[in-house]
T-cell receptor
Framework: GENVEQHPSTLSVQEGDSAVIKCTYS??????FPWYKQELGKGPQLIID?????GEKKDQRIAVTLNKTAKHFSLHITETQPEDSAVYFC???????????FGAGTRLFVKA | GAVVSQHPSWVICKSGTSVKIECRSL??????MFWYRQFPKQSLMLMAT?????????EQGVEKDKFLINHASLTLSTLTVTSAHPEDSSFYIC????????????FGPGTRLTVT
């Protein structure tokens, strides 16, 4: 089955710096890759997603890149702010179904 | 955007009792709802997938008789933890996908269950 690995597990950056979180997936049939932000005590919130027919997608300070050949996808947050502090999860959707496999999560700390 | 609610947001129950958690899609019809479990500082673990009007599909290792899932309508799914024990204490999160068939999953805010 699909396996998603996520790195780093913890990331600490200074306010205004960029943050990059990387994920790899194992199932080449996966074709949908969402990223979620989870704040303490809350459910995950979709922040950006990318499909396998696209290499890059950007939404204001957030961007995601996908390398299908290497089975890598990454989240880039620029000009980080303290409110970006949260746990971020990458995920991959198995083709033909709705089962979403999550990475282990990255705890992002943005220091003011 | 699509909104998914859960009730209650937190619950404390005694060992041996059962507790029901509701998941509702407020502004869309959900063909499929998912139930996840999350332990502190860990990722989301899929417990089961439910489609309206049919039996839920449980993931390996999840006891279907302990975690009863009912998806009675296109806007409501319930998870009942039967004969709860302290090890069932966890954060339970539901999510839903819409009839529109897009890939997005919309997550609820989660329910924190504590079994004493």
């Amino acid at each position: 089955g699909e396996n998603v690995e996520q790195h780093p597990s913890t990331l600490s950056v200074q306010e205004g710096d960029s943050a990059v979180i990387k994920c790899t997936y194992s199932d080449s049939a996966s074709n949908y890759f969402p990223w979620y932000k989870q704040e303490l005590g809350k459910g995950p919130q979709l922040i950006i997603d990318i499909r396998s027919n696209v290499g890059e997608k950007k939404d204001q300070r957030i961007a995601v890149t996908l390398n299908k050949t290497a089975k890598h996808f990454s989240l880039h947050i620029t000009e980080t702010q303290p409110e970006d502090s949260a746990v971020y999860f990458c995920a991959a959707r198995v083709t033909g179904g709705f089962k979403t496999i999550f990475g282990a999560g990255t705890r992002l700390f943005v220091k003011a | 955007g699509a909104v998914v609610s859960q009730h209650p947001s937190w619950v404390i129950c005694k060992s041996g009792t059962s507790v029901k958690i509701e998941c509702r899609s407020l502004d869309f019809q959900a063909t499929t709802m998912f139930w996840y479990r999350q332990f502190p500082k860990q990722s989301l673990m899929l417990m089961a997938t439910s489609n309206e009007g049919s039996k839920a599909t449980y993931e390996q290792g999840v006891e279907k008789d302990k975690f009863l899932i009912n998806h009675a309508s296109l806007t409501l799914s319930t998870l009942t933890v039967t004969s709860a024990h302290p090890e069932d204490s966890s954060f339970y999160i539901c999510s839903a996908t819409s009839l529109a068939g897009t890939s997005e999953q919309y997550f609820g805010p989660g329910t924190r269950l504590t079994v004493t």
